[in-house]
């Protein structure tokens, strides 16, 4: 019998919200490749949705959400890694189109591993006390996309 999703948790809500702009990222870069933009292009919008929305994203979930479990967790290990890689390929100013590609494909995997088997695991020993710290600092706040260039239209 195949099992029900978990239901998300509110407060973990705002946070799989994030996860859904981080797939339209996905999305976006595919687009870009399959409208032969130039890779300079999407690079730019990249490198602002990794400042103004990831490394902030990033931010909450290694401080408030990753630390309901323990640190030497393997889903845990797992996350931080992914998120270091994940960081070094947006910062990298080389192999540009290499680095996109890996980006769209490794940020879709993350994305769906938290969503699909990291955030049911940490909703199973979140504490009220932890989850409100979560609340305190990460907000749902509506996601403004940079209207530029929208090289994926």
């Not at 339209?24 to 602002?48: A, H, M, P, Q």
């Not at 030497?72 to 290499?98: C, G, P, T």
Request: glycine share 2%.
């Amino acid at each position: 019998m195949k099992q029900k999703p978990q239901k998300r948790d509110k407060v973990l809500q705002p946070l799989s919200r994030d996860h859904h702009h981080g797939l339209l990222l996905c999305w976006k870069i595919r687009e870009g490749f399959k409208r032969n933009i130039e890779v300079n292009r999407i690079k730019l919008y990249i490198d602002w949705f990794y400042k103004e929305h990831l490394l902030p994203h990033f931010e909450v979930e290694e401080k408030y959400v990753f630390t309901i479990l323990d640190s030497e967790d393997e889903l845990i290990k797992r996350a931080i890694a992914e998120h270091r890689r994940l960081k070094r390929l947006f910062e990298s100013s080389v192999e540009i189109q290499k680095n996109l590609s890996l980006i769209e494909e490794e940020l879709e995997s993350h994305i769906r591993f938290e969503e699909h088997i990291l955030f049911n695991e940490i909703q199973k020993y979140a504490t009220a006390e932890q989850l409100q710290l979560i609340q305190l600092y990460h907000s749902d706040e509506k996601f403004v996309d940079n209207q530029t260039d929208l090289f994926w239209e």
